[in-house]
DNA sequence: CGGTCTACCTGAAAGC
DNA sequence: TGCTTTCAGGTAGACC
């Protein structure tokens, strides 16, 4: 399941393969994604990248005529291949370059999306976004006051892409249980001292694990292109009914907004 | 508006 | 063994 850091490593490894290439063909295998994938994003075809960037979990390719957008949903991944090599199942969507390299999303669950973004615009879905967590924009303080009067539990605030980008499902368990943080407290009763702990937990698990996946990287168009998944040191993530690595007390699991949630009742309050 | 719930989808795992 | 059911999860949008 990509999360932000797999999602800014995949921008990592595919950049030096696709920017300032001309893509030659754009070939749509099935554009039945989250959304319908539009036509607009032929446009690409003839034109140069001139940049790969990322905004929380969309990756966008930018050209003259505009942006194409990706998501990964839950089961995405980007390979960076050579054109002739043949289609796997779930390449739904391809893009073909001038370097006879061919950039291609695969994604079984089709949970993720492709989408054209008009130049000098904001695509709908990028235009509400919260401050992406590793910058100064996401800061306790901010955080603190935004919190107040919410009865939300802490972790579905935290998941909140209007409070922040980024933090799914796991890194938001990871992060509240090295923050001590119980999942389920109203975030309006978390205090500033605590949002000062776990706001640079949650930065650093994230930079962590993009420094982890970025060395692993090595050259993303090599062995099957696509970067692995970094074995992530989890604490209690998948850890239910085993013993909290702190204290050794059975880690307990609840479910906060549809979502599985681990954590260890003795050491996060 | 805030909060909650649902839909989307396939494959792995669990249940029978 | 093989069939059926459940679960996983990002996120927009429907709903109350």
């Not at 070939?27 to 905004?55: A, C, F, K």
């Not at 291949?81 to 073909?96: M, Y």
């Not at 008009?118 to 509400?128: E, F, I, Y």
Request: aromatic letters at 8%; hydrophobic letters at 40%; charged letters at 20%.
């Amino acid at each position: 399941m990509p999360e932000l850091p797999e999602v800014e490593v995949s921008r990592m490894g595919i950049t030096p393969h696709v920017l300032n290439q001309v893509v030659t063909k754009v070939n749509i295998h099935n554009g039945s994604m989250r959304w319908p994938v539009p036509d607009d994003v032929y446009q690409l075809t003839g034109l140069t990248v001139t940049g790969v960037e990322r905004r929380a979990k969309y990756l966008l390719l930018h050209c003259a005529l505009g942006s194409t957008i990706l998501h990964l949903g839950m089961s995405g991944n980007l390979r960076v291949v050579s054109a002739n090599e043949p289609l796997k199942k779930h390449d739904h969507i391809e893009f073909i370059f001038a370097n006879g390299k061919a950039l291609r999303l695969n994604d079984p669950r089709r949970f993720g999306c492709c989408l054209w973004q008009a130049p000098g615009s904001v695509h709908k879905l990028l235009a509400k976004l919260g401050p992406e967590p590793l910058t100064d924009e996401f800061f306790a303080k901010q955080v603190y006051q935004q919190s107040r009067n919410k009865k939300v539990p802490v972790k579905q605030f935290i998941m909140n892409n209007a409070i922040v980008v980024g933090v799914g499902n796991i890194y938001a368990n990871e992060s509240l249980f090295k923050a001590g943080i119980d999942p389920r407290r109203e975030a309006g009763k978390v205090s500033l001292k605590s949002f000062e702990a776990l706001i640079p937990i949650i930065k650093d698990t994230l930079a962590a694990a993009i420094t982890q996946g970025g060395t692993t990287l090595k050259d993303f168009a090599q062995s099957d292109g696509k970067p692995g998944y970094f074995a992530q040191q989890l604490l209690v993530y998948g850890r239910k009914g085993q013993p909290c690595l702190v204290c050794k007390s059975e880690l307990q699991e609840v479910r906060l907004g549809q979502r599985s949630t681990v954590f260890c009742g003795k050491c996060q309050k």
